[in-house]
């Protein structure tokens, strides 16, 4: 009888002991034992090359060409049956995987250890959620996703198998190997989510490993130093430390590691379990009747070196089917064929664990092998769709221990908050990205600072009424208190004592222990790990971005018990991620605006600008592009200060009007005269407020206030106009023209005798919105502008919005505009660029905001949200709607109040002639601005898009903007976009 009958019947025999002995279900990979491929295989191969099949052999890609040498001649000369990859470059890993199997006849089975992702082993690419932080997320569909992307990853690497998901049950927080890579204590959590990993990985053709068997959870030494000795009883294996791989083997997974421990209630003879026949065989292929691939941890570690001669040969015949990390491939291979020779161990058995590992290579498709492409390979890998399942799972695993009624963080406009990082030496991602919420001040200290420097931080700390402090610089394991210092947690002690407090603690849970008075915070949250992504998710949660739900996965101390953990509900306030979060492939997106933005400026339609897209709440693209002038000198940065001209209507006069008709101290068809007396008695006494703001009272469009200064000597008349300011010449115009605070009068009086246009129609009119600051103060007992900044701007934590930018901010953040050679006779740079505002004193109800494109998109978000954003309603739903909604649409008018709407029958538009874009809902408004700004938000899309320029940078004459159709073009790129989804760009899959 030849040896392949031999197998054939030895297979036959095993399975059917195995079906008497477990319900467990047979992995995927078991149905090709006895494949023609497989068959075939066998058949090729010497016996010194079946055995080779059982040896796996390390590679290190980060390492020089003469490495990739020795080890192509290892495995033309050995055959091994695989590799596992340790540290390297996508690119260069790639390539060197392809150079292995090109040099092996028989494919090879390539392994590595991706337990938080390929990050683990292969930099430059995504490193997902620690499995400590994985045990915290409730909602478990992203953690099957992200079994998935890791079998998506591998793939494109050239990997078959992933020494992967740990499933020990971490039931010893001081666990020197385990501990955060463990999902954690309770055994359930642990079978249950390890198992979606892994059958992620296997609905790919990827295999997993669970590891470590029978248990590492429970260890006080390092396997990888020395032997652990696993001291509990049988029943309690049974119950705890084998329950996971109970669970898993009975769902069917493809592999199981066995670890190098001691554990005398199942092998009392001391040897290590991954040599022990009693432990691989008796209890996990008799006892518990897995009927997978079993593979040893690496040879090469002390726990089982120290201890036993002959490693791989008494790993095989313990039941291992794959030795990993065989240190001396030559040796190994005697040592079994020696075995063989003399009579303990046979040629069956090799043929049976050949036969599986050859199977397992079916499964995969490695007898159809193809070199992996390794082209824009990084992208790949990062793709931002992976980063959906990354930010998913930080998003559900952040924790909140504490929360006395300050999470989320709101009612900014009585928060004065200073940061600090605990534990670094420069301004965290955290910090940077509550600066998206609120103006804050930072700080940081190191762990290792000196009391004096500890005591002059915590002086200026005392100007503050709400410190958010990150704590960063933990180690991932436990000795010497997770590398935290006495300073450190000192620190963190006495913020938490004397001031109103939120922590996020960026690290191990475990490391909570070890900080005194922490679980006196107010606010508490837990990140378990320390990250740029992870810092800017928990910074989100502090202001209400998305909801928190994590559950602390261990016991840490009295104070956090497992399971502990505290919901907070989202406020409506902004996130920002990635487009494919809200179903859009930033490849195509970024194109689209690219192409669009860089056209704009390459054509000199703007020096430059930036794009500002959010959907559903979430900013999914903020971009910059070009340069503040044509002399490209300064780049456009995202916390620039433009002006907003016309977009003042809606940001500013218009949500002050709105919030007094929800106070019904406006009554929208009240004649307009009672809340400006001035009309009285004239031609306008009776248009209504509705009229006015729908550009619908027969008002002209404008009045050239400044023109009508000019003497006969073309020169601006002195009895209104000085260089300097005095006496009543104290409005300021611009840097040296100062305006006679009288001349107001005269402009309100030309706008009460203008004559009025012959019929009702729609003609866009700003003359009114000089007159609302004035109304606006009357009503509220206010000045305009303090009632803006304290009613909306400050609560929304839209600091920068403000007119007179040049008394706020320095001259380099703000955006220069035209060079005005004809009124003020000079460049226009923190002034506001409207004629007739300037005249206002730059506080005016037609022009004169300034503000960053982030803080326009808080104020265009609240109206999308219909008045309602960060937790607080600013104005009713009733009246948004209402202002929202054309007013005249019998009367070929498109506008709201206010609010400008699409072009009538938009959408049947060539987009040449369309306003804004096509595809943009009737529900839509926004409003422009005459020196290139624009705001547009669509409640039936979720869609908010701003557009911020300076085309009329050094003159309005250049209309390029208008020309070539930027703004509209842009708008519908947007909406193409959303419309093609996910299925355009590099999926990743």
Same mark, same amino acid.
């Given at each position: 009888m030849n040896f392949i009958k031999k197998t054939v019947l030895s297979t036959l025999l095993i399975t059917v002991i195995a079906t008497f002995n477990s319900t467990a279900t047979k992995p995927p990979f078991y149905k090709y034992k006895t494949d023609t491929w497989v068959n075939e295989q066998l058949k090729t191969l010497t016996l010194d090359e079946r055995i080779a099949q059982l040896m796996m052999i390390a590679v290190f890609p980060k390492h020089n060409e003469a490495e990739n040498t020795s080890v192509i001649e290892k495995i033309k000369k050995y055959k091994p049956g695989g590799i596992i990859v340790m540290q390297g470059t996508p690119v260069k890993t790639a390539t060197w995987i392809n150079k292995f199997q090109a040099a092996s006849v028989t494919p090879l089975l390539v392994a590595t250890d991706a337990e938080w992702g390929l990050r683990m082993r292969i930099d430059s690419t995504l490193r997902y959620p620690y499995a400590q932080a994985i045990g915290a997320v409730r909602d478990t569909t992203y953690i099957y996703q992200m079994g998935r992307d890791f079998g998506a990853q591998l793939k494109q690497l050239g990997v078959q198998m992933n020494f992967a998901p740990v499933v020990d049950v971490n039931t010893n927080p001081n666990n020197p190997v385990i501990n955060f890579r463990s999902i954690g204590e309770d055994k359930k959590n642990v079978a249950e989510k390890t198992w979606l990993i892994a059958k992620g990985m296997q609905d790919v053709n990827v295999i997993p490993i669970a590891k470590h068997f029978p248990g590492h959870g429970d260890t006080k030494t390092d396997s990888h130093k020395a032997l652990p000795i696993i001291i509990h009883s049988k029943k309690r294996l049974d119950d705890i430390e084998s329950y996971p791989f109970r669970y898993l083997s009975d769902r069917g997974i493809c592999g199981v590691m066995s670890a190098h421990l001691s554990v005398p209630a199942l092998d009392n003879s001391g040897r290590p379990s991954s040599v022990s026949k009693k432990i691989i065989t008796g209890y996990l292929k008799d006892e518990i009747g897995f009927k997978g691939f079993v593979v040893s941890d690496a040879m090469n570690m002390k726990g089982v070196r120290n201890r036993v001669k002959n490693t791989e040969l008494e790993a095989i015949k313990a039941g291992n089917d794959m030795i990993e990390f065989v240190p001396d491939l030559g040796n190994a291979i005697n040592q079994v064929k020696q075995a063989i020779a003399n009579g303990t161990f046979t040629e069956a058995e090799v043929?049976?664990? *050949?036969?599986?590992?050859?199977?397992?290579?079916?499964?995969?498709?490695?007898?159809?092998?193809?070199?992996?492409?390794?082209?824009?390979?990084?992208?790949?890998?990062?793709? @931002?769709?992976?980063?959906?399942?990354?930010?998913?799972?930080?998003?559900?695993?952040?924790?909140?221990?504490?929360?006395?009624?300050?999470?989320?963080?709101?009612?900014?406009?009585?928060?004065?908050?200073?940061?600090?990082?605990?534990?670094?030496?420069?301004?965290? @991602?955290?910090?940077?990205?509550?600066?998206?919420? !609120?103006?804050?001040?930072?700080? +940081?200290?190191?762990?290792?600072?000196?009391?004096?420097?500890?005591?002059?931080?915590?002086?200026?700390?005392?100007?503050?009424?709400?410190?958010?402090?990150?704590?960063?610089?933990?180690?991932?394991?436990?000795?010497?208190?997770?590398?935290?210092?006495?300073?450190?947690?000192?620190?963190?002690?006495?913020?938490?004592?004397?001031?109103?407090?939120?922590?996020?603690?960026?690290?191990?849970?475990?490391?909570?222990?070890?900080?005194?008075?922490?679980?006196?915070?107010?606010?508490?949250?837990?990140?378990?790990?320390?990250?740029?992504?992870?810092?800017?998710?928990?910074?989100?949660?502090?202001?209400?971005? +998305?909801?928190?739900?994590?559950?602390? &996965?261990?016991?840490?101390?009295?104070?956090?018990?497992?399971?502990?953990?505290?919901?907070?509900?989202?406020?409506?306030?902004?996130?920002?991620?990635? &487009?494919?979060?809200?179903?859009?492939?930033?490849?195509?997106?970024?194109?689209?605006?690219?192409?669009?933005?860089?056209?704009?400026?390459?054509?000199?339609?703007? @020096?430059? *600008?930036?794009?500002?897209?959010?959907?559903?709440?979430?900013?999914?693209?903020?971009? *910059?592009?070009?340069?503040?002038?044509?002399?490209?000198?300064?780049?456009?940065?995202?916390?620039?200060?433009?002006?907003?001209?016309?977009?003042?209507?809606?940001?500013?006069?218009?949500?002050? !009007?709105?919030?007094?008709?929800?106070?019904?101290?406006?009554?929208?068809?009240?004649? +307009?005269?009672?809340?400006?007396?001035?009309?009285?008695?004239?031609?306008?006494?009776?248009?209504?407020?509705?009229?006015?703001?729908?550009?619908?009272?027969?008002?002209?469009?404008?009045?050239?206030?400044?023109?009508?200064?000019?003497?006969?000597?073309?020169?601006?008349?002195?009895?209104?106009?000085?260089?300097?300011?005095?006496?009543?010449?104290?409005?300021?115009?611009?840097?040296?023209?100062?305006?006679?605070?009288?001349?107001?009068?005269?402009?309100?009086?030309?706008?009460?005798?203008?004559?009025?246009?012959?019929?009702?129609?729609?003609?866009?009119?700003?003359?009114? +919105?000089?007159?609302? &600051?004035?109304?606006?103060?009357?009503?509220?007992?206010?000045?305009?502008?303090?009632?803006?900044?304290?009613?909306?701007?400050?609560?929304?934590?839209?600091?920068?919005?403000?007119?007179?930018?040049?008394?706020?901010?320095?001259?380099?953040?703000?955006?220069?505009?035209?060079?005005?050679?004809?009124?003020?006779?000079?460049?226009?740079?923190?002034?506001?660029?409207?004629?007739?505002?300037?005249?206002?004193?730059?506080?005016?109800?037609?022009?004169?905001?300034?503000?960053?494109?982030?803080?326009?998109?808080?104020?265009?978000?609240?109206?999308?949200?219909?008045?309602?954003?960060?937790?607080?309603?600013?104005?009713?739903?009733?009246?948004?709607?209402?202002?929202?909604?054309?007013?005249? &649409?019998?009367?070929?008018n498109r506008r709201g109040l206010g609010f400008d709407k699409p072009l009538i029958d938009n959408d049947k538009n060539k987009l040449k002639d369309a306003y804004p874009a096509v595809s943009t809902s009737k529900n839509s408004f926004g409003h422009s601005g005459f020196t290139g700004t624009f705001a547009w938000v669509d409640p039936d899309n979720g869609l908010l898009f701003i557009f911020m320029s300076n085309r009329v940078y050094p003159t309005r004459e250049n209309r390029k903007l208008y020309s070539l159709n930027i703004r509209t073009a842009m708008h519908q790129a947007i909406y193409d976009c959303i419309e093609k989804g996910l299925n355009s760009g590099s999926s990743g899959y």
């Amino acid at each position: 009888m030849n040896f392949i009958k031999k197998t054939v019947l030895s297979t036959l025999l095993i399975t059917v002991i195995a079906t008497f002995n477990s319900t467990a279900t047979k992995p995927p990979f078991y149905k090709y034992k006895t494949d023609t491929w497989v068959n075939e295989q066998l058949k090729t191969l010497t016996l010194d090359e079946r055995i080779a099949q059982l040896m796996m052999i390390a590679v290190f890609p980060k390492h020089n060409e003469a490495e990739n040498t020795s080890v192509i001649e290892k495995i033309k000369k050995y055959k091994p049956g695989g590799i596992i990859v340790m540290q390297g470059t996508p690119v260069k890993t790639a390539t060197w995987i392809n150079k292995f199997q090109a040099a092996s006849v028989t494919p090879l089975l390539v392994a590595t250890d991706a337990e938080w992702g390929l990050r683990m082993r292969i930099d430059s690419t995504l490193r997902y959620p620690y499995a400590q932080a994985i045990g915290a997320v409730r909602d478990t569909t992203y953690i099957y996703q992200m079994g998935r992307d890791f079998g998506a990853q591998l793939k494109q690497l050239g990997v078959q198998m992933n020494f992967a998901p740990v499933v020990d049950v971490n039931t010893n927080p001081n666990n020197p190997v385990i501990n955060f890579r463990s999902i954690g204590e309770d055994k359930k959590n642990v079978a249950e989510k390890t198992w979606l990993i892994a059958k992620g990985m296997q609905d790919v053709n990827v295999i997993p490993i669970a590891k470590h068997f029978p248990g590492h959870g429970d260890t006080k030494t390092d396997s990888h130093k020395a032997l652990p000795i696993i001291i509990h009883s049988k029943k309690r294996l049974d119950d705890i430390e084998s329950y996971p791989f109970r669970y898993l083997s009975d769902r069917g997974i493809c592999g199981v590691m066995s670890a190098h421990l001691s554990v005398p209630a199942l092998d009392n003879s001391g040897r290590p379990s991954s040599v022990s026949k009693k432990i691989i065989t008796g209890y996990l292929k008799d006892e518990i009747g897995f009927k997978g691939f079993v593979v040893s941890d690496a040879m090469n570690m002390k726990g089982v070196r120290n201890r036993v001669k002959n490693t791989e040969l008494e790993a095989i015949k313990a039941g291992n089917d794959m030795i990993e990390f065989v240190p001396d491939l030559g040796n190994a291979i005697n040592q079994v064929k020696q075995a063989i020779a003399n009579g303990t161990f046979t040629e069956a058995e090799v043929n049976d664990k *050949c036969r599986t590992i050859l199977a397992l290579k079916r499964w995969v498709h490695l007898n159809k092998y193809q070199p992996v492409e390794t082209k824009n390979l990084t992208a790949r890998l990062n793709s @931002p769709r992976y980063q959906v399942t990354s930010r998913k799972l930080i998003k559900g695993s952040l924790t909140v221990l504490k929360n006395e009624n300050i999470l989320p963080v709101q009612d900014l406009e009585k928060q004065k908050i200073a940061t600090v990082v605990v534990g670094g030496n420069k301004i965290s @991602p955290f910090q940077k990205m509550v600066g998206n919420y !609120i103006k804050t001040e930072n700080f +940081f200290i190191s762990k290792n600072a000196t009391e004096k420097e500890w005591v002059q931080l915590r002086q200026k700390l005392e100007n503050y009424n709400l410190v958010i402090a990150g704590v960063e610089g933990i180690n991932v394991y436990p000795s010497n208190k997770y590398g935290t210092t006495e300073m450190q947690r000192q620190i963190v002690s006495e913020i938490v004592d004397a001031n109103n407090s939120i922590i996020l603690f960026f690290g191990n849970a475990y490391a909570l222990k070890w900080f005194k008075n922490i679980q006196h915070s107010k606010g508490l949250i837990l990140a378990y790990q320390n990250s740029k992504l992870v810092q800017e998710l928990a910074a989100q949660l502090v202001f209400g971005a +998305f909801d928190a739900s994590g559950r602390l &996965p261990v016991s840490v101390n009295e104070w956090f018990k497992l399971n502990d953990g505290m919901d907070v509900k989202k406020n409506k306030t902004f996130a920002y991620t990635v &487009p494919e979060e809200v179903g859009i492939s930033t490849e195509l997106l970024t194109h689209k605006i690219d192409s669009i933005a860089m056209l704009g400026v390459d054509s000199a339609a703007y @020096p430059g *600008c930036q794009v500002l897209i959010a959907k559903n709440g979430n900013v999914i693209f903020h971009k *910059c592009y070009g340069y503040h002038t044509y002399k490209n000198k300064q780049p456009v940065a995202k916390n620039d200060i433009y002006d907003w001209a016309s977009v003042t209507k809606v940001t500013g006069a218009l949500p002050a !009007i709105m919030k007094m008709v929800d106070e019904k101290k406006i009554k929208l068809d009240e004649k +307009f005269s009672k809340y400006w007396p001035d009309f009285k008695n004239s031609n306008k006494e009776n248009i209504t407020v509705r009229e006015v703001l729908a550009h619908q009272a027969r008002l002209a469009s404008w009045i050239a206030f400044w023109q009508m200064t000019v003497t006969d000597k073309n020169e601006l008349d002195k009895r209104v106009f000085r260089k300097f300011p005095s006496g009543d010449f104290n409005v300021r115009v611009s840097d040296n023209l100062y305006m006679n605070r009288n001349y107001r009068k005269t402009m309100y009086d030309t706008i009460r005798t203008s004559e009025l246009l012959p019929r009702k129609k729609y003609v866009y009119s700003g003359l009114s +919105f000089y007159l609302y &600051p004035q109304i606006i103060s009357n009503l509220t007992g206010q000045k305009f502008e303090s009632f803006l900044k304290n009613s909306f701007y400050k609560p929304l934590g839209a600091s920068t919005i403000t007119f007179n930018a040049y008394k706020h901010f320095p001259m380099k953040r703000i955006i220069p505009t035209e060079t005005d050679d004809f009124f003020r006779k000079q460049q226009i740079h923190g002034f506001v660029h409207d004629e007739g505002a300037a005249m206002m004193g730059g506080v005016s109800g037609n022009a004169g905001l300034f503000g960053t494109a982030g803080d326009l998109a808080k104020v265009f978000q609240m109206y999308l949200q219909k008045g309602y954003f960060g937790g607080r309603r600013y104005i009713s739903e009733k009246t948004l709607n209402e202002f929202s909604k054309i007013q005249y &649409p019998d009367n070929d008018n498109r506008r709201g109040l206010g609010f400008d709407k699409p072009l009538i029958d938009n959408d049947k538009n060539k987009l040449k002639d369309a306003y804004p874009a096509v595809s943009t809902s009737k529900n839509s408004f926004g409003h422009s601005g005459f020196t290139g700004t624009f705001a547009w938000v669509d409640p039936d899309n979720g869609l908010l898009f701003i557009f911020m320029s300076n085309r009329v940078y050094p003159t309005r004459e250049n209309r390029k903007l208008y020309s070539l159709n930027i703004r509209t073009a842009m708008h519908q790129a947007i909406y193409d976009c959303i419309e093609k989804g996910l299925n355009s760009g590099s999926s990743g899959y």
